[in-house]
């Protein structure tokens, strides 16, 4: 069997996680018969996928080749949020002077507390998704490299099981981007931040997407000096330009410097250990000496290692070729999740997983284009999107209107002291119909799903302000 994930630091908090998502010297369960449905990938889209389809009756298999929860628990969702929160504690007690509240004594950062806290978290949520979990729902777990061996088997190590349908739900993972002196140079991705145990003093981040600027906030907010270096095109390229300046305001005001020259960067390091961003573009040339280094730009499909030629399942760089019904090119094998999603979201995936479902196993016909998603980026004002915005809009040749509220001018956003940002929601031209909403504010992605579920359900805006609220 393939040997455990590596957490870094082997404490208490570490060596429950991998208790529960990678146990040691577990050994395989052995076939016995016929799966109906065998899902390869224990992040979310394989997680729910196995334990939906087992809830109803089906006969499941889920494979893991590295860790379950994938991601989201273990290097991204639940482990960035935990750092973002103490991160705005810490903003917080710095800005409580303007509402008339002043402390005696400057609040102290302790990074490796905070980081203690995080783990901990981490541990006591993996249950969840754990190994023993699923096993009580009915699904047995193998560990180790699934590889498909016709369109009807696949093997774990030496084991072959025999399935009537397959999901592939192996999601995806950073991807070294191509910066001239990066393969030189020592840096962090989202699978080794979270293993910090001590504050960069210099941190820099590549990318300024949103792990970029979500990361560059919190160590700003925690105490590193950050420098986010962007392409050219600016931080959150695809985001609401209006949305996009409120959140750079505020990334300056917290400290983060924001360079361009992104596609003119060289790396390199020193013999101290130092690692120096150098740009020669025309009006962007810099050399800065930085400790750390975290990429956030680039993602690769985990396609590697499945055989998928074998079976007929066509991939590209960008994932997993799937229809609008979360067919593969085989129309036995289905696919959920980042392996195949341009919408790289925990929710995203969880609800594509219930769709394959009723497909693979009720020969449902949901539709992947039907799919109403909202996201949201955790940085401080938060950004909420779903549906279209103005330049979507104009792309498919869609006549909209759009109304905008900013929170400078609703009293509760001002008497809590947070002006700024907005909410703006765009409806089909001539009509209420909600095309698409973005939001700005501090708990946007909360907000957000107000707008979604009308968006879901059919309902106008004009409903909308028909509902009473408190």
């Given at each position: ?48 996928t ?17 860790f ?109 981007p ?8 020592s ?43 962007e ?9 609401d ?43 962007k ?17 985990n ?78 004002p ?42 703006r ?46």
């Amino acid at each position: 069997m393939k040997s455990a994930p590596h957490f870094q630091p082997e404490d208490e908090f570490n060596k429950k996680l991998i208790a529960d998502v990678f146990p040691e010297n577990r050994q395989n369960p052995t076939p016995s018969g016929k799966y109906n449905l065998v899902v390869i990938g224990a992040g979310t889209a394989g997680l729910v996928t196995a334990a939906g389809a087992a809830g109803l009756g089906a006969k499941v298999a889920l494979i893991e080749r590295q860790f379950m929860g994938g991601d989201c628990l273990n290097v991204g969702c639940v482990p960035s949020k935990a750092i973002i929160s103490a991160a705005r504690a810490a903003a917080a007690t710095r800005n409580t002077d303007k509402l008339g509240v002043s402390h005696s004594t400057k609040a102290e950062i302790d990074f490796g507390k905070v980081m203690e806290r995080m783990r901990q978290l981490r541990s006591e949520i993996s249950p969840n998704d754990s190994v023993e979990r699923f096993e009580a729902l009915g699904v047995d777990v193998y560990l180790g490299q699934g590889r498909f061996t016709s369109s009807s088997t696949v093997t774990v190590d030496d084991t072959e099981l025999e399935f009537s349908k397959a999901v592939i739900c192996t999601g995806a993972r950073a991807a070294a981007p191509p910066i001239k002196g990066l393969e030189d140079v020592s840096y962090l991705t989202n699978e080794s931040l979270f293993s910090l145990t001590e504050l960069p003093k210099r941190l820099a981040i590549v990318g300024a997407g949103p792990i970029g600027c979500e990361m560059a906030q919190a160590f700003a907010r925690l105490g590193s000096e950050v420098y986010l270096v962007e392409s050219g095109s600016g931080i959150m390229a695809k985001e609401d330009p209006d949305a996009v300046s409120i959140l750079e305001k505020q990334l300056r005001c917290d400290g983060v410097h924001i360079l361009g020259g992104g596609k003119d960067l060289q790396l390199a390091q020193d013999d101290t250990g130092e690692i120096h961003l150098i740009s020669h573009a025309a009006t962007k040339e810099y050399n800065i000496a930085v400790d750390q280094l975290l990429i956030a730009v680039g993602r690769a499909p985990n396609v590697e290692g499945l055989d998928l030629e074998k079976v007929g399942v066509q991939y590209s760089n960008k994932g997993v070729v799937i229809n609008d019904n979360f067919q593969t090119t085989n129309k036995k094998i289905y696919a959920a999740g980042d392996i195949c999603s341009p919408y790289q979201f925990t929710h995203a995936a969880d609800f594509m997983a219930r769709s394959v479902i009723r497909n693979a196993l009720f020969f449902g016909r949901a539709k992947h284009s039907a799919l109403v998603i909202p996201w949201c980026t955790y940085t401080s004002p938060e950004i909420a999107q779903v549906g279209l915005n103005p330049a979507e809009a104009k792309r498919k040749n869609i006549a909209i209107n759009s109304f905008t509220q900013s929170m400078a001018d609703v009293d509760r956003a001002r008497l809590e002291g947070e002006t700024e940002g907005f909410v703006r929601v765009h409806v089909k031209k001539g009509t209420d119909k909600i095309g698409g909403a973005t939001i700005v504010a501090n708990n946007a992605g909360d907000m957000i799903g107000s707008l979604s579920i009308a968006m879901t359900q059919g309902i106008g805006l004009g409903s909308i302000a028909n509902c009473i609220r408190p």
